[in-house]
């Protein structure tokens, strides 16, 4: 079990603690929900986290595998829903490897990464779209973001 530490700062901001390391992170209110929009808010701290937790997850594939993963990154877009609750309607997911990986293995980061345990803890209502960009095999350059 881990503790989190959230602190109300007044003004609709933030401070979390974790609390086993001391590390700090700021969220607030975006400027559509009354607002600075000025760090990250709540509901961009669940994209974060499950980008990080799709790389982490394929990191742990890979390491086990053999496999260099490079400089991955995952681009999360996050869309909130336009009528009802307010709530993450859609979060779309692009990883890119800039190295590469065969393709039995490609198969085994895929899954890992849609299945890591933030994807697996979101509600079943919010769309998830996943898409991977790839390396062609023989080519070691690092691929740059659309």
């Not at 808010?41 to 086990?64: E, F, H, K, Q």
């Not at 980061?109 to 919010?126: F, K, R």
Request: hydrophobic share 40%.
């Amino acid at each position: 079990m881990v503790e989190i530490r959230v602190a109300y700062e007044g003004d609709l901001r933030c401070v979390a603690t974790h609390v086993p390391s001391g590390v700090m992170l700021t969220t607030d209110a975006p400027v559509d929900n009354e607002g600075r929009g000025a760090s990250f808010s709540p509901t961009d701290l669940v994209a974060t986290a499950l980008g990080s937790c799709m790389l982490t997850i394929m990191g742990i594939v890979a390491r086990r595998r053999g496999i260099d993963l490079g400089a991955a990154d995952a681009f999360v877009q996050k869309e909130m829903a336009t009528t009802g609750r307010r709530r993450i309607a859609r979060m779309s997911v692009r990883i890119d490897v800039p190295k590469p990986v065969g393709p039995e293995d490609r198969a085994a980061l895929e899954a890992a990464a849609q299945t890591c345990p933030v994807a697996e803890s979101l509600h079943p209502d919010m769309a998830l779209d996943v898409s991977f960009r790839w390396a062609p095999e023989g080519n070691t350059a690092s691929s740059a973001p659309e």
